[in-house]
């Protein structure tokens, strides 16, 4: 069985420009989780996709948005490229059969760099 | 709001040696605790889920505890091995997880 896929592996942007950066979940896992781990600051929660409803955000500014698409996969969009953007975005995914578990399994991550 | 905290921050121990890694959470209103592995510029492996009914859970060389009313849960290691050198990270919460910062360890051979 595939696990959590995530595209492209690295990606370098300058000052102000968008990111969009790509999610293929375990297959049978409705729910997409995305997180930011940047240098010093660990991992952030910044948003949940469940039957392509947006679920829940963390504490970031709407130029962190995303969508789910009708075959659960994920896309994270960044707008106005910021330098503390830099970090690795982790993208997760979990099952909806086993509700009291909710095991999240972790993709590669994707290593944004913005300069 | 949910802070997480693992201590110590770095470990560094001789192939061999059993060692325990803590994590503390300050609301103990939480639905799973689970314990992650994480190798350097990757992602994160499952290691074991607590579920806030249950007391352990055990996975070969891995034992996970959690006591909810102390807010605390710690991993212990079997007989550590180079290949166990690694950030280990805590993390509770069911939907959206909130995350310590990990603890760095290092077996040597």
């Known amino acids: 069985e595939a696990g959590v896929t995530q595209s492209p592996t690295h990606l370098i942007k300058t000052r102000g420009q968008q990111a969009t950066l790509r999610c293929s979940p375990i297959?049978?896992?409705?729910?997409v989780y995305w997180y930011q781990q940047a240098l010093g600051l660990g991992l952030q929660f910044l948003l949940w996709?469940?039957?392509?409803?947006?679920?829940n955000r963390g504490n970031f500014p709407p130029r962190f948005s995303g969508r789910q698409f009708p075959n659960y996969s994920s896309e994270l969009n960044v707008n106005a490229l910021e330098l503390e953007d830099s970090a690795l975005y982790l993208c997760?995914?979990?099952?909806?059969?086993?509700?009291?578990?909710?095991?999240?399994?972790f993709g590669p991550g994707t290593r944004l760099l913005v300069l | 709001k949910q802070e997480v905290t693992q201590i110590p921050a770095a470990l560094s121990v001789p192939e061999g040696e059993n060692l325990v890694l803590n994590c503390s959470f300050t609301d103990s209103a939480i639905y799973n605790l689970q314990w992650f592995r994480q190798d350097p510029g990757k992602g994160l492996t499952s290691l074991l889920l607590i579920q806030s009914s249950q007391r352990e859970q055990t996975s070969g060389r891995l034992n996970a505890s959690l006591d909810k009313s102390s807010g605390r849960s710690t991993l212990y290691i079997a007989a550590s091995q180079p290949g166990d050198s690694a950030t280990y990270l805590c993390?509770?919460?069911?939907?959206?997880?909130?995350f310590g910062k990990g603890t760095m360890l290092l077996v040597s051979p």
């Open positions: 997760a995914s979990s099952s909806s059969l086993l509700p009291r578990v909710n095991t999240q399994y």
């Open positions: 993390a509770v919460g069911y939907s959206t997880l909130t």
């Open positions: 297959s049978g896992h409705t729910s």
């Open positions: 996709y469940d039957e392509g409803e947006e679920r």
